[in-house]
C-alpha cells in the first residue's frame, strides 16, 4: 500500500466471526480487482439498544375523540375538556403556561399523564362538543374557564 492510495471503509454490521471473516475475504478480493483497498468496519448493536425496554405509550395517551379529565395530585383543581387529536399530543399542550392546567402545574407540580383520564370515548368532533359541555355543566371543575362549551353552542 502506497501513502496515497485510498482507503475505503465500509461499516457492516457484525454477526459472528465466521461471517465476519468470509466478508473480509471478499471485500480484499473485490478490491484487488478494481484497484482499491476496502476495509471493512464491524460494528455492534450498543447494550443499551439490546437491553433498553421498548417504551410504550398507555392506551390512554394513543386514544382520540374523547373527552378527558384532569385532576392535580396536589390540590383539588380539576379541568375537562376534549380532543380529536391523540389525547397525548392535547396532555403536552396542557404543559404549556398559556394552559390553564399548565399555570396551575407552574404553582403546584407537574403534569403527569397519570393525572389524566377519559371521561368518554366520542364518535366525532360533535359528540365531543355536547359531552364536554355536559361533563362540564355536572363537574363544574375549578380550572375550566367557562361553565359550559361555547363551541358546542355554534351547533345548536
Do not use: W
Amino acid at each position: 500500500m502506497t501513502d496515497n492510495e485510498t482507503i475505503i471503509r465500509i461499516s457492516i454490521p457484525f454477526k459472528d466471526q465466521r461471517a465476519t471473516n468470509a466478508v473480509k475475504k471478499q471485500l480484499c478480493s473485490l478490491g484487488n480487482k478494481i484497484g482499491l483497498n476496502i476495509q471493512p468496519v464491524f460494528t455492534s448493536k450498543k447494550l443499551e439498544q439490546v437491553l433498553k425496554p421498548n417504551e410504550r405509550k398507555s392506551s390512554i395517551v394513543s386514544q382520540r375523540n374523547v373527552v378527558y379529565y384532569y385532576k392535580c395530585d396536589l390540590s383539588e383543581a380539576d379541568y375537562v375538556g376534549f380532543t380529536t387529536r391523540h389525547l397525548h399530543q392535547r396532555m403536552a399542550e396542557h404543559k404549556a403556561p398559556t394552559s390553564s392546567i399548565g399555570r396551575h402545574a407552574q404553582k403546584h407540580g407537574t403534569v403527569k399523564e397519570s393525572q389524566f383520564k377519559v371521561l368518554k370515548k366520542c364518535k366525532g368532533k360533535f359528540d365531543c362538543f355536547v359531552n364536554e359541555m355536559l361533563f362540564i355543566k355536572h363537574r363544574k371543575p375549578s380550572l375550566n374557564k367557562q361553565s359550559d362549551s361555547i363551541r358546542a353552542k355554534r351547533f345548536i
